[in-house]
C-alpha cells in the first residue's frame, strides 16, 4: 500500500518526501540510494546494499529489490522525460 508521499512522487522523479512507516516509500528511497547505484554499476549487489534489504524487508528482500529496480527505472524514465 502506498501513501500521499508515494501520489506526488508518481509525477515527480524527486520528490524529496517519504513515509518512513510505507514500504513503497522504502524501495524509493533504496533506488535513490548510493549503495543500489554502487550496485547497479557493479553489475552485483554490494553488500551494504543487501544488508540493507535484508534488515528492512527480512525474507522479502529479493522481492523488494526486483521493485527497487522497476523504481529506478521509472525514475531515470521521469528524469529523461
Same mark, same amino acid.
Not at 528511497?29 to 549503495?35: N, R, S, T, Y
Not at 544488508?51 to 527480512?58: I, M, S, V, W
Given at each position: 500500500? *502506498?501513501?500521499?508521499?508515494?501520489?506526488?512522487?508518481?509525477?515527480?522523479?524527486?520528490?524529496?518526501?517519504?513515509?518512513?512507516?510505507?514500504?513503497?516509500?522504502?524501495? /524509493?528511497? &533504496?533506488?535513490?540510494? &548510493?549503495? &543500489?547505484?554502487?550496485?547497479?554499476?557493479?553489475? *552485483?549487489?554490494?553488500? @551494504?546494499?543487501?544488508?540493507?534489504?535484508? @534488515? @528492512? &524487508?527480512?525474507?522479502?528482500?529479493?522481492?523488494?529489490?526486483? @521493485?527497487?529496480?522497476?523504481? *529506478?527505472? /521509472?525514475?531515470?524514465?521521469? /528524469?529523461?522525460?
Amino acid at each position: 500500500m *502506498s501513501c500521499t508521499h508515494c501520489g506526488e512522487a508518481k509525477t515527480r522523479a524527486d520528490y524529496p518526501l517519504y513515509d518512513a512507516a510505507c514500504k513503497t516509500c522504502t524501495v /524509493r528511497a &533504496f533506488a535513490h540510494g &548510493f549503495p &543500489f547505484w554502487q550496485s547497479r554499476k557493479r553489475g *552485483s549487489m554490494v553488500p @551494504a546494499y543487501e544488508q540493507a534489504l535484508r @534488515a @528492512a &524487508f527480512g525474507d522479502g528482500w529479493m522481492v523488494a529489490h526486483a @521493485a527497487v529496480k522497476v523504481e *529506478s527505472d /521509472r525514475i531515470q524514465q521521469a /528524469r529523461a522525460a
